[in-house]
């Protein structure tokens, strides 16, 4: 899964508290409480279901532990490994579910004592099945999603006579679309090449397969996917249609700013962040759209899950919190509209709030675009080693744009290093 927070890497490390026993950061928290840890901006969400939790247990103090997002993934990892400043519920981006999965650190929510899969269809379906292992256990509860959409400069494809339709029919009228775009404003079509890539590999796998690895373990890197991604990643590049900047950059926030970008390939919850702090400037000016080629793409996504570790007693309460944030249509409108949280939860997806119109968008009434999404998105398998294949595979991408390694010497590369990297060499 494409990761969905990667600039929280520069907010910096937070600590909110909530509720009777004020904030907590690492040792010496609070015995009695919940201790609850998470990042921006799902901690928020749990602070925010604060009076829903003191309903529920009145004398539990509930602490929210926050840190940025990476920070906190290194020290939850730790958690696991050592069993020391361990909390009763943790966070995952969905980018590290499979390295948290692995060695039984997690409780399996499919015991009897929790009975998540009684609830499997009350969750957006590949988001389940992305928690769920080989052996049948589920080691999280979804909270929220991230479906892929296309965001695009309503006012650039205006000037280039380029009709949204053009842009979704299939990559290579995605391709014509940004040369029009290119030649009538000087925009580009996108920040990098590599976002074209990302999709391209993402779309269209077997059942159980991941993005990199088979549904056996086997490095993947040989399917014809990969061949067409890197393809159409190399075509952007000698069409001059990328900017040659990486997402979260300064000089990608700068350009986007500038209407220098004609379309950005992320998740839904993007259009947020363009409104309130990355071109506010540029309200009314931005559309969303599905992906192209119809591609369906998912963007990142948050679990909550509870350390095997946890004293059973304490793991009762801490169902009781996921249950509060999973299973609670309310919470779950609650965190989409105050924190742009896409909802895990099948039953909002009727909500009014998801047929009201979105200012920056210009009136767009997007979210429905985006719950098809959703309902279209399939599971992907996790593997503890995707994080590093990925880097690989961003590796092989880099020689050939920059070195013009042909793609197919770069890929059969790259996946030679992932089959040692296994020991399937």
Known sequence: MLPRRPFLQALGSACAGAALGGCARGRGLRARALVVAAYPSLDQVARQALPAWRGLHPTVPLQVVSRQ????????????????????????????????????????????????????????????????????????????????????????????????AEMQSSWQGFLRAGQAIRRSTGAWLVADAGDVLDIVIRSGLPAGAGVYFDAAGRPALHERRFARGFELAAQVRRLGLDARVRAWSPAWASAIRRGRIATLLSGAWLAGHLATWLAPRSRGLWRAAQLPAGSWVAYGG???????????????????????????????????????????????????????????????????????AAWNIRAVRLDSQDAFASEVVASALYDVLERGVPAAQSLARAQRLLQQRVGQA
């Open 69 to 164: 997002v990476g920070d906190h993934h290194t020290a939850m990892l730790t958690a696991l490994a050592t069993g020391e400043d361990m909390p009763d519920v943790m966070a995952v981006e969905v980018g590290y579910l499979g390295r948290f999965a692995r060695g039984g650190g997690l409780q399996d929510l499919a015991q009897p004592r929790y009975g998540i899969a009684a609830h499997r269809a009350d969750y957006t379906a590949y988001a389940y099945d992305q928690a769920r292992q080989r052996d049948g256990s589920v080691v999280a509860a979804p909270v929220d999603i991230g479906p892929g959409t296309l965001l695009y400069r309503g006012d650039l494809a205006h000037a280039a006579g380029v009709a949204p």
């Open 302 to 372: 948050s679990f909550l899950a509870i350390p095997a570790r946890v004293p059973r007693w304490r793991k009762a309460l801490a169902w009781d919190f996921l249950r509060l944030l999973t299973l609670d249509p309310r919470r779950q409108i609650q965190a989409f509209r105050s924190v742009d949280a896409f909802p895990a939860l099948v039953r909002t997806y009727d909500d009014p709030f998801f047929d009201s119109p979105i200012a920056y968008l210009g009136g767009q009434r997007a979210r429905r675009l985006w719950r098809t």
